[in-house]
């Protein structure tokens, strides 16, 4: 194992008499060298799906950009790694190789791709469920155990039906890990959200076409330095108990309830993805059986496998009470996540009634995000709804609507709306 696995738990354990529901925070940290030029490295594929329609020339240091990006993230390959180019239009078009094949990175193959990525132009529509089935294709001929997609586009998903693009996402989940990113002011939040949340990867806008090569870089350095892929968090449950649900709420929220794949009755195995040196945060919310005052139980064993191997476990308890000074102690990581996913949710929903002309739900709505984000010191959130509204009054959240307001500023906000932060320590703590 090319990774150390370590995992913490957060959690009050202590129930009122009749109590049911447990919570627990699970802080999951992988540690483990650099491995991108190491032999010990996973085998990996890559494929970088590039918008070139015929928006990406206005201005033209769009597709300029892009260029430079796709040979800078053709360079950071590790030598070996399969990989390939797709130019993404209203259909999906080989860049490099020629043909509908991947082809292991060295300095030969590195130097034709960048070549061939020279020669696009912009030109045409978009429909990124095409180059996403495209992507799918290619590396269903891979037996690499790392495999990662970037995909760049700077419009909306015009050129398929949504139905269509749904159909490309649930055929691609599982099969490859995949990176969105926006640029320009056309592109949609929504859209970008759903590939990331289906196929486990990251979301996000540039509002700079200047900042895609170091966008790029950092999406492929991540990739190469994955240790372990396809991992899952397991969760064992007892006879009796119900999972309400299981969330990753770091670095970003992700509900994984509906992603269970059982392994027997009471264990189920939720995807997490692949992992490098990293740390993220789960949070698992058990229904039991409740017992009597004094008793303490095991609510939950949460664990995370690879390859039928054991990576780290923690035990989750429940111990019944009648001090109501113990059973009713807030867990700070528990209030803190469970205030971040609201964060996320209200986000969406206020500027899904912005957009739908209901002034004072998306008032409401957005109120209580800039009232959440100030709680949290979730300073880049605060940055980006001040964008949207007039904040009047943060602790309180009381703000107005901005009457104007650019495209791109409410999709940044909307795309990073499920971006989290941890635990915004006390003066005096730690």
Not at 58 to 80: N, Q
Not at 322 to 331: G, M, V
Not at 340 to 349: P, T
Request: net charge negative; aromatic share 4%; hydrophobic share 40%.
């Amino acid at each position: 194992m090319t990774a150390q696995f370590s995992a913490e738990i957060d959690q009050n354990e202590y129930l009122p008499e009749g109590g049911r529901v447990v919570d627990a925070i699970i802080t999951v940290t992988a540690q483990g060298g650099d491995l991108r030029e190491t032999s010990t490295a996973p085998t990996a594929a890559e494929v970088i799906m590039v918008d070139v329609s015929g928006s990406m020339s206005m201005p033209a240091k769009k597709i300029a950009e892009a260029k430079k990006a796709t040979a800078v993230a053709i360079d950071t390959l590790r030598d070996g790694v399969a990989f390939a180019v797709i130019a993404g239009t209203a259909g999906a078009h080989m860049v490099y190789p020629g043909d509908a094949t991947m082809v292991p990175a060295s300095a030969k193959t590195k130097a034709e791709a960048k070549a061939a990525v020279q020669r696009l132009r912009a030109d045409g529509g978009t429909a990124i469920g095409r180059w996403l089935d495209l992507a799918n294709y290619l590396f269903a001929g891979q037996q690499a155990e790392v495999k990662h997609a970037i995909l760049l586009t700077d419009g909306q998903n015009q050129h398929e039906s949504p139905e269509d693009f749904q159909r490309v996402l649930n055929a691609c989940e599982g099969k490859f890990v995949c990176d969105s990113r926006g640029v320009g002011d056309d592109w949609v939040a929504r859209e970008l959200r759903l590939i990331a949340s289906t196929l486990l990867g990251t979301a996000d806008g540039l509002e700079d076409p200047s900042e895609l090569p170091a966008a790029f870089q950092a999406m492929t350095e991540g990739a190469m330095g994955k240790a372990v892929a396809d991992v899952s968090l397991r969760v064992w449950s007892p006879a009796g108990a119900t999972i309400k649900f299981v969330k990753q709420v770091y670095p970003q929220v992700e509900d994984l309830t509906a992603r269970r794949t059982e392994v027997s009755g009471r264990i189920g195995d939720y995807p997490t993805g692949a992992w490098g040196a990293e740390s993220r945060d789960y949070h698992v919310s058990i229904e039991v059986e409740p017992d009597v005052v004094g008793e303490e139980v095991l609510a939950a064993r949460v664990s995370l496998v690879s390859g039928g191997q054991v990576l780290t476990e923690k035990l989750v308890l429940a111990r019944w009470t009648d001090d109501t000074a113990l059973s009713t102690k807030i867990n700070p990581q528990v209030a803190h996540y469970t205030g971040q996913a609201e964060l996320a949710a209200v986000i969406q929903e206020g500027l899904e009634a912005r957009d739908a002309g209901d002034i004072d739900t998306a008032t409401a709505k957005l109120g209580r995000a800039v009232q959440l984000a100030n709680e949290s010191g979730h300073e880049g959130t605060a940055k980006l709804l001040a964008r949207v509204v007039d904040v009047v009054d943060a602790p309180t959240g009381t703000v107005r609507l901005k009457k104007q307001v650019s495209g791109v500023d409410a999709e940044l906000t909307n795309v990073r709306s499920t971006v989290t932060v941890r635990v915004k320590k006390k003066q005096g703590e730690g």
